[in-house]
Each structure stands twice: as C-alpha cells, then as structure tokens.
C-alpha cells in the first residue's frame, strides 16, 4: 500500500452542501436575552439544588466516618462504665447519675458532649463547607455556571446546617436506645434531687436539642464567616474551634464577673434546667438570644465579605 492510499484512508469526506445547511441555520440562530441581562431559559433557582449539594456531603468520607463515630460513642460510653473500674469514688454531677435510667444517660452523652464535640461538628460541616471549593480550585467554576455568590452562600450554609441538626439528633437518639435496653426506661434525677417521669423527659429531650441547636448557631456564623475569608478549610474550621476553646477557659475566669455573662459559651449548658420540676427558662432564653445575636453579626459580615470577594481558585 502506498502513502497516499494511507493517506486518503484517513481523509474525512465531508458534503460541502451539508456544511452550507448548518452555516445558514447558525446565522439565523438568535439568542433570546432576558431583562436581567441572563439568557433566556436560566433560572437561578435551578442552580446548585439542596439535594444535590446534601447528596455531595453525604458521600464524603468525612462525614461518614463522623456520623459513624455519633453511633458507636454512646455505646463506647456503656462500655465505659459497664467494664470500668471507679473504686468507689464519686465524682459528683451528671456522671454518677448516668447509669440511672436511660434519660439520664442520654443527659450525660450530652453534657460530656456539649463542650467540645458537638460545636467541634458544627464548626467542620460550615468551616469546610466554601473553603473546600476554593482549595480545590472549583469555586470558581461554580461561580461561572453561573450559580449566584448570595444561592451559592445560602445553599451551602442550609445543606451544612441540616447535617449539623442531624448529627446533633443522631448522637442523643442512639443513646436513648442503648440507656433503654441497658438501663430502662427509668426517671430523670437531677444532681440536686429533682425526679421527672420518662415521658416528661422525653419532652425535656426534644427541648434540649433544639437549645442546642440555636446555642451552636454562633459557631456555625463564625465558621460560616471564617470559610468564605480563606482558602483553607482546616484554617476556617480550627480557628472556629480556637474562639470556642477561648470563649471556655475565659468563662471559667471568675474575675471577669459580669463580663462572662458576653461569653459565646457562657450559656453552653443552659439545657441541664430542663431535668427539674420547675424549669428555669431566664438561662435559656439568655442563651438563645446571645447565640442568635452572635449568629446574625457573624453570618452578615460572612455575606458581606464573600459579595466582594474576588475568587481566584
């Protein structure tokens, strides 16, 4: 075989009366503008859809391994406290009263929780939640699908904030059902003797979610805010840890009287009035307006500083 039959083997034979037919349709093709300026047929709320984005954070390992670990804690607890050894000794407070009753032991895996793991969650699901797009290098490309910064913002913070609600009800949910078949369904005793039936504490248990969820929204702000100021999630998620972790140690400052009252954490524990035949609701009320406040100062400031961001990766 010679080189020009080679060549003409891999010739494209294209029909120039065909390649007429698609110019002249090209140059009557119009491209219809919307008054906003979008082409017609964009619709923004089409963009970016909440499944979408909760069907992405779902299949991350992360967050799998994370509500796994919500799982297995409860029943790491009993372990703890079937297999362990105290001597004898009474630490006082809501540990000795863990293994009283269910209620109690869902108290517990709350108040040993509270501090540190569940606000530690919420600060991952919203600090890693933009600045993971951005570290990655797709921020950018969702921008320009388009997908507008204020429903790429809100989509992002809904999603995060729906996996932060659920892991803050997985963790209390698995444990009532160990503390019911290893410790019945029993009352609720307070460390200063108050007693409430199962099933009042069950409300007591719903109430006590929900505070926690309004309490953690001034995390979920700060680490909302931090995420879309940096490209490093791990920068947005432990410097959010960090404020809490301080917020802590300065709460535990008794010289700063009054001024603890400011404290984002101050009222972290607020919830526990609940175990008591009759509430306290000046705490909660207090804490559930600080949080809110927080909350509000921190996701404007977010909002504000990602419209005038100007987004390279």
């Avoid at 009753?101 to 517990?108: E, H, I, K, L, R």
Wanted: charged share 15%; with cysteine; proline share 4%.
């Amino acid at each position: 075989m010679s080189s020009r039959d080679s060549v003409d083997e891999h010739d494209v034979h294209t029909d120039p009366a065909a390649l007429d037919v698609l110019a002249e349709a090209a140059a009557h093709e119009t491209v219809e503008v919307q008054p906003d300026g979008s082409v017609a047929g964009y619709r923004a709320g089409r963009t970016l859809r909440l499944r979408v984005e909760l069907a992405r954070q779902l299949r991350r390992r992360r967050v799998q391994l994370l509500l796994g670990f919500l799982v297995l804690l409860p029943f790491i607890l009993w372990a703890a406290f079937t297999f362990g050894n105290d001597g004898g000794q009474q630490s006082g407070g809501f540990v000795d009263l863990a293994t009283a009753s269910a209620p109690n032991f869902v108290v517990f895996a709350l108040f040993a929780t509270s501090s540190f793991l569940l606000p530690m969650i919420v600060a991952l699901f919203f600090g890693d939640t933009i600045a993971s797009e951005a570290s990655w290098s797709s921020l950018k490309y969702l921008l320009a699908m388009p997908i507008p910064r204020h429903r790429l913002m809100r989509q992002k913070a809904v999603a995060s904030g729906l996996l932060s609600l659920f892991a803050i009800t997985l963790l209390p949910a698995v444990a009532l059902v160990v503390g019911i078949v290893f410790y019945g369904t029993g009352e609720a005793i307070s460390p200063t003797g108050d007693a409430i039936p199962f099933d009042q504490s069950m409300i007591a248990l719903v109430l006590t979610i929900c505070y926690l969820a309004i309490h953690l929204l001034w995390v979920a702000g700060l680490a909302l805010f931090l995420t879309v100021s940096t490209d490093a999630p791990l920068g947005a998620v432990g410097g959010t840890v960090l404020v809490a972790i301080l917020s802590q140690i300065l709460d535990q400052i008794t010289a700063l009287a009054g001024l603890r009252n400011y404290l984002p954490t101050h009222y972290a524990f607020a919830w526990s009035d609940l175990i008591s035949t009759d509430i306290d609701w000046s705490n909660m009320a207090a804490g559930a307006f600080s949080a809110v406040t927080y909350a509000a100062f921190f996701g404007l400031l977010a909002w504000r500083r990602f419209q005038t961001k100007d987004i390279t990766s």
